[in-house]
Every structure is written in structure tokens, then in C-alpha cells.
């Protein structure tokens, strides 16, 4: 399941409704996002993310069939906020469901390493000497590599 929302959202309630009533789940993954007050030696007062309604869904949907195509999973969740979030604020969640924690552990790290690179999203983060769009790292895509 994939949502692209404005709200917060609460990684317990999430991991509850995903395994509500399901006794083949062994194992969940999570992994939380949260927004950093520092990126280097800047101190960040809040990022904004803007992305394409319908596009954004599309890419992370692919990306999760994707995960599902390589391991056996009972679930999956992907949300991602959008608009101004502010230092400690959640941004991404991603929460995977397996018989086994290795498939768990690794879709979960899998999902994480390809929304960085793959997700379009676009970040703008406020610092003293104003706004500055993030660029691409080659850290994400060397995290992205070692999937293929």
C-alpha cells in the first residue's frame, strides 16, 4: 500500500493495522524517516517537499511491486509526507511483512534504498543563507547498486 500525504503519521498504528488479524506474519521491518536540523555544516530550519500528484504514487507503486516480485512478503506499506516538515518531523515510513526477517529486513532496506534515488520528490531546505534545493548524493545511488 502506498500513500503520499500532508499528515503525519503514527508507525505503531500503522504496524497494528497491517498485521490486524494476520497470524502468517513472523516478522515486520520499519523504517522511519525523520527530517535532520543539519545537512553538512548547515543547520537546516525546514524542508519542503513538493512532487507530482499521481506520478509520486505510480513510481513508489512500481517500487513496491518490485519488492513483492523479489521477496515473499504478506504486506507492505510505503508512506511518504509532503509540504514544510520541520527538524524531527517523520517523512518516510516504510514497514514490511514476511513469514521470515530476512525477507522483512531486507525488502524493508531494498524499498528505503530505491525511494531515495527513484521517488520523485523534490526538497528544498531552508537554511541561513536561504533556500537550497537537494541534489542527488552518490551515496543513495551506490546504496541503490547493490540491488540490482
Not at 500528484?53 to 523479489?70: D, N, Q, V, Y
Not at 533556500?131 to 551515496?139: L, T
Amino acid at each position: 500500500m502506498i500513500r503520499v500525504q500532508r499528515e503525519d503519521f503514527d508507525p505503531g498504528a500503522e504496524m497494528a493495522t497491517l498485521t490486524r488479524g494476520r497470524h502468517d506474519i513472523g516478522g515486520l521491518a520499519c523504517f522511519v524517516g525523520l527530517v535532520r536540523d543539519m545537512a553538512g555544516d548547515k543547520p537546516i530550519g525546514a524542508m519542503t517537499l513538493e512532487h507530482y500528484p499521481g506520478m509520486t504514487e505510480k513510481k513508489l507503486g512500481e517500487i513496491e511491486t518490485e519488492a513483492h516480485r523479489r521477496w515473499a512478503l504478506q504486506g507492505s506499506l510505503v508512506i511518504h509526507r509532503y509540504g514544510r516538515l520541520e527538524p524531527g518531523d517523520r517523512i518516510v515510513l516504510v514497514i514490511t511483512a514476511s513469514a521470515h526477517r530476512a525477507a522483512a529486513l531486507e525488502s524493508c532496506q531494498f524499498l528505503i534504498d530505491w525511494l531515495k534515488t527513484d521517488a520523485p520528490f523534490w526538497k528544498l531546505e531552508e537554511t541561513p543563507d536561504g533556500g537550497e534545493w537537494v541534489s542527488a548524493r552518490d551515496s543513495d545511488d551506490t546504496a541503490k547498486k547493490r540491488w540490482l
